[in-house]
């Protein structure tokens, strides 16, 4: 298996408008009437006649029991976005099968999104409706077919909020472990300690080992995992970590999310089967003709998440 630039993922984006996201005004008599059940693809009923309001608008259509969105939270969500005075649908999640993942609250995504979604617990359906300045400004996003004087709606269902760091996992520890692997220490959900005994042989092949197994939904193809993660190479040298801050903005990295089976082979693929909650280590040899103990790579990732569109894993 080939392994690609692994250990400096960025939270992947589902879709060009995931790269969409600014507080609530309240709701208005005039919003579109949405209607279908959370985590289904939502019908948006615009009435003719009516003229949105030049403020952000927003409601919180149904009311989740999770925790609340906070300011730089790594959200999942699916979404589906239309223009107000065309109806057009120009983007949605549910269509694709997998939902978005971004950091919110911090400018990676339209201001409406920013301000809309953060305080929102997760679990709730929210309708926005986005003046331009909300949404894409006077250059609008010709990509999508919106231009710069068009007001914009989104359904979104917020399925998950993650947090930068503090995570805690419900996980039991697995008994009887090879012995010939790198050894980890540190809680589930803190930043691991990874050393590889003198001694220890290099991998020839992926293998993937439990340390601690959770209880939550497992990693499936076709479905968004959410995961923190410490990577080393054979030598014991760090790579990269979720836990570590970015060199350019100085801030944590935090929770990165990864689709499994996507067209673009990935090394989270191997984690098919891994229940959310889990420790777990991850080896990977290196590529032929390059040295074992510098390429091969022993990665400590705890799953903290697993999404899918349509409905709840």
Known sequence: MRRPALLLLPVLLAGSLAACGGTSSGSSSDLPT?????????????????????????????QGDGPKVAKGDLLVADYLGKVYKSGKVFDNSYDRGQPAAFPIGTGGVIPGWDKGLVGVKAGSRVLLVLPPKEGYGKAGNSQAGIKGSDTLVFVVDVLGSYPQTGITMKNTPVSGLPTDLPQVSGEPGTKAVVDIPAGTTPPKQPVVTVLDKGTGPVVAKGKLAVFDFTAVNWTGAPLSSSFDKDTTTGKVQGP??????????????????????????????????????????????????????AKES
Not at 282 to 306: C, F, H, R, Y
Request: glycine share 10%; hydrophobic share 40%; aromatic share 2%.
């Open 34 to 62: 949405v209607s279908g059940a959370f985590g289904a693809k939502p019908k948006v009923t615009i009435d003719k006649g009516t003229k949105p309001a030049k403020q952000l608008d927003s409601e919180v259509l149904k």
């Open 256 to 309: 990165q999310a990864v689709p499994i089976g996507a067209e673009q082979p990935s090394p989270f693929d191997l984690l098919v089967g891994v229940p959310a909650g889990s420790r777990v280590l991850l080896t990977l040899p290196a590529q032929t003709g390059t040295d074992a103990n510098k390429e091969s790579v022993a990665v400590v990732i705890d799953v903290l998440g697993v999404h899918g569109t």
